[in-house]
């Protein structure tokens, strides 16, 4: 990353369960990045907030909540590549399990990640670099309470994007 590049982390969620991840995601980079002009750290509750803060990003990561697969890892790093979701181990997101919770729209109004990244790229405010990261859950009713499991997820994915945002930095 050159000293001009913008880059913006978006935690997608809401307030049910497991379904928080993005959100403490972004809280917990927030804090590291409170005086840091180049990055940028907001919290969506719906795929398309992300839209009205691309312009002049390079570099978006996206965390969010994605439904438990039975796989050993439980964070998943994809990135947005020709309209595809591409796992870090090269598969594109249909061969795998793992989805995330905004990948599926909750009214006919709603767009999902997918759908928002399209759109960015129709209209020329899609980034050079997408990485959306997902973190497996288990609990999203407006009862749950988000699990132990998922909080140290969380943190492990606060600890990888801080990782690859340093080493672009350096």
């Not at 209209?123 to 050079?128: D, V």
Request: with cysteine; charged share 25%; glycine share 6%.
């Amino acid at each position: 990353m050159t000293q001009s590049s913008k880059v913006l982390v978006a935690g997608l969620g809401s307030a049910h369960g497991d379904d928080q991840a993005g959100w403490l995601a972004a809280e917990k980079l927030a804090a590291q990045f409170r005086d840091d002009q180049d990055v940028i750290v907001r919290k969506a509750a719906i795929p398309l907030d992300v839209l009205d803060w691309l312009e002049g990003i390079e570099i978006l990561h996206v965390c969010d909540a994605c439904e438990a697969t039975h796989g050993h890892s439980k964070l998943h790093r994809f990135t947005w590549v020709a309209g595809q979701l591409v796992h870090a181990d090269n598969s594109i997101d249909s061969d795998r399990h793992a989805t995330l919770r905004t990948l599926r729209s909750a009214g006919s109004h709603d767009f999902g990640l997918p759908d928002v990244l399209r759109l960015a790229a129709e209209i020329r405010q899609l980034p050079q670099q997408v990485v959306i990261w997902a973190i497996e859950g288990t609990g999203f009713q407006p009862e749950d309470t988000m699990t132990d499991e998922t909080r140290s997820e969380v943190s492990r994915a606060v600890v990888e994007i801080l990782k690859e945002l340093r080493t672009c930095n350096a």
